[in-house]
């Protein structure tokens, strides 16, 4: 069972801005014995690196938060980015992934867990991008990145955080108990969204079943859709795909209103 402390300090973490110090906190809970140097932490500005030039119109700080080797001997770091106040976190994924592809390959490490954040948004993107390594067809030893769209987590107070809250807890959960540190497998499978995924479409069929079960039953129903030519299955996955589309468009912001409305 998941102690009520851990998944306070999860929400306040998820349900809010970005705040370093929840970070911390989130992190020392979850990962046992994870050493996180108390000293200042160093930002670096891209506009003095010159090892990441193309990324300074995007990216404006970063520093690296602590880092450990796991049972495998994989170097694992964590980054915390800050970026261009007039750039927005949840665009340009590939980018905030091609650059720690880059920092990985230069520091010689095989995964990072990294914040991509701006002072100016609610909302902050939690990402793992791991290098792995395979042969190709012609025999080239080669470097894998992994999708960032697939191992990231969108959260902050403008996100449901229902996936992100449920996925980490339950995965963490189960690695932790060990009071071991995560390997970069394990981290994958924190990450791995597809379990979720799943659950979505078993929930959305239910759903789907259930209105149309209950539209059979319904005589006005029945009568206005023999009016109409149209059956309860033909209308139960047009009235579902509707909502789920109207779902996208608020999500984005195009309706007007926000997903998820302010608290009175």
């Not at 998820?14 to 050493?35: A, G, H, T």
């Not at 002072?119 to 025999?139: P, T």
């Not at 999708?147 to 932790?176: C, D, M, W």
Request: glycine share 2%.
């Amino acid at each position: 069972m998941i102690e009520k402390n851990k998944k306070d300090i999860l929400n306040k973490l998820i349900d809010d801005k970005f705040y370093l110090e929840n970070y911390k906190k989130f992190l020392l809970s979850f990962f046992y014995n994870l050493n996180i140097p108390y000293s200042e932490n160093r930002f670096f500005y891209l506009k003095n690196e010159s090892d990441y030039s193309e990324y300074k119109n995007y990216i404006n700080k970063y520093f690296q938060l602590t880092t450990y080797k796991d049972d495998n001997k994989k170097d694992i770091v964590f980054l915390v980015v800050h970026i261009e106040k007039d750039k927005s976190v949840a665009k340009a994924r590939s980018m905030q992934r091609n650059f720690i592809a880059k920092y990985l390959t230069k520091n010689s490490f095989d995964s990072a867990i990294v914040v991509f954040y701006n002072e100016k948004e609610v909302n902050w993107r939690l990402s793992l991008v791991r290098l792995d390594y395979s042969f190709s067809n012609e025999g080239i030893f080669k470097k894998i990145i992994t999708p960032a769209r697939r191992y990231s987590f969108l959260v902050g107070k403008e996100e449901s955080n229902h996936t992100a809250k449920k996925q980490l807890l339950n995965e963490l959960s189960k690695i932790t108990d060990s009071s071991k540190l995560p390997t970069a497998d394990q981290l994958e499978e924190i990450f791995q969204i597809e379990k979720v995924t799943k659950e979505f479409f078993e929930l959305y069929k239910a759903k789907y079943l259930d209105l149309k079960e209950h539209l059979e039953k319904d005589k006005d129903f029945i009568s206005e859709a023999k009016r109409c030519g149209f059956n309860s299955e033909e209308f139960s996955k047009k009235l579902l795909g509707q909502l789920a589309f109207l779902y996208f468009l608020q999500k984005k912001g195009w309706l007007g209103v926000k997903l998820i409305p302010k608290k009175n």
